[in-house]
C-alpha cells in the first residue's frame, strides 16, 4: 500500500490537543518536531557533546509539525478531508492565535493534485437496505431500485466510504419516520441531512463550522433535487453563538452530528434544548474507545441510550430524548 505524508504545522502549545483530536480521527501514530523539546535537550543534556550533526542542530528553530502518514485508499482520502475540517474548527476557536499557522502539507504531491487523484478511490456503495451513495463522476445502473444519493464530497469530509457515515446512515434509515423536521450538526457534504430528505423527511436544517461545506452540503441537496424551501444550511459554531442557535431554533423530530467525541460532549445541552421528547438523536464520528464515555455524557444531559453500531474500531450511537 502506498502512503501520503502529511504535515500539519501548529505550536508547542497545541501539540497535546491536536494528537487528541488525531487519535478522534482514528490515526494512532503520528511524529512530532517542535524546537522546544530540542532547547529542552540541549539546556539539560547529561552527556558531553564535542559534536551535534547539522540536521540536528535545525531542529532548534525548527516550526513545531506533526507528520502522519495516510494509506492512499478511500479511508484515507476521508481522513485527510476530517483533518482539514478539524484544522478549520480550531482555527476558528483559537481567537488569540496560541495554536500557530494550523495548516496542512502533503508530502510530494500538490493539494490540486490531490484534490483530483483522491476521486479514484470513491465508487458506488450500498448503504443499508434502501441508499446507494453514488459519487456525482461516477455512472451507475441502479438495477436493485434503491435510492440514490449522489454526493460530491470537493473538500468536506462525507462520501459514505468512511464507517462513521455509513454507520450514522444505517441507523438513520432505521430510525426516521415520513414528515420529520431533522437537524443535522457538522453537516460536512451534507450527506446525512440529504439522506434523511431522500428517506422521508420533510425539512432539514444542516449546521457547519466550515464555510466551504455548508456551500457543498447546499449544492449536494440541489443535485438531489431538494426543494430550497425545505433545506437550509447555516455556517456558524452553535456553541457560542446565540443568533444562529435562534435561526435554527428547536423542535426536531431527529438530530444527527458525525464529528467527533470531544465536540459531542461539548454539545449535549445544545442536542437536549432543540430536540422534542422523545426525539431522536444519532452521534457518530466516535472511536470505539470512547464510546462510553461519549454515551455516558449524553445521557447524562437527558437522554436514554438506545443502540450502539460498531465496526472496525468506529461507533454510530442512537438516543432518545427523555
Known sequence: MN??????????????????????????????????????????????????????????????????????????????????????????????????????????????????????????????????????????????????????????????????????????????????KVLDMGCGSGILSIGAMLLGAESTVAVDIEENSVKTAAENAEKNNIPQERYTAYCGNVIDDEELRGKIGAGYDLITANIVADVLIAMKDYFKSCIKNKGILIISGIIEERMDEVIDAIVGAGFMLDETNVKDGWAAVRLIAE
Not at 125 to 137: D, E, M, N, Y
Open 3 to 180: 502512503w501520503t505524508e502529511v504535515n500539519i504545522y501548529t505550536s508547542t502549545e497545541a501539540i497535546e490537543l491536536l494528537s487528541a483530536k488525531l487519535m478522534d480521527i482514528g490515526i494512532k501514530g503520528f511524529a512530532i518536531k517542535d524546537a522546544e523539546d530540542f532547547n529542552e535537550f540541549l539546556e539539560n543534556k547529561n552527556g558531553q557533546w564535542d559534536y551535534i550533526d547539522d540536521d540536528l542542530m535545525g531542529l532548534k528553530e525548527c516550526e513545531t509539525c506533526i507528520t502522519v502518514y495516510l494509506p492512499e485508499n478511500s479511508q484515507g482520502a476521508d481522513m485527510l478531508l476530517a483533518i482539514k475540517a478539524m484544522l478549520a474548527d480550531l482555527k476558528t476557536a483559537d481567537t488569540e492565535n496560541s495554536y500557530g499557522r494550523l495548516e496542512l502539507e502533503l508530502s510530494n504531491i500538490r493539494e490540486e493534485d490531490w484534490a483530483n487523484n483522491w476521486k479514484q478511490y470513491f465508487k458506488p456503495i450500498a448503504v443499508g437496505a434502501k441508499l446507494l451513495i453514488k459519487p456525482s463522476w461516477e455512472d451507475y445502473s441502479n438495477d436493485n431500485e434503491r435510492i440514490v444519493l449522489e454526493i460530491d464530497p470537493a473538500s468536506s469530509f462525507g462520501t459514505g466510504q468512511h464507517h462513521t457515515t455509513r454507520l450514522c446512515l444505517e441507523l438513520l434509515e432505521g430510525s426516521l419516520k415520513n414528515g420529520d
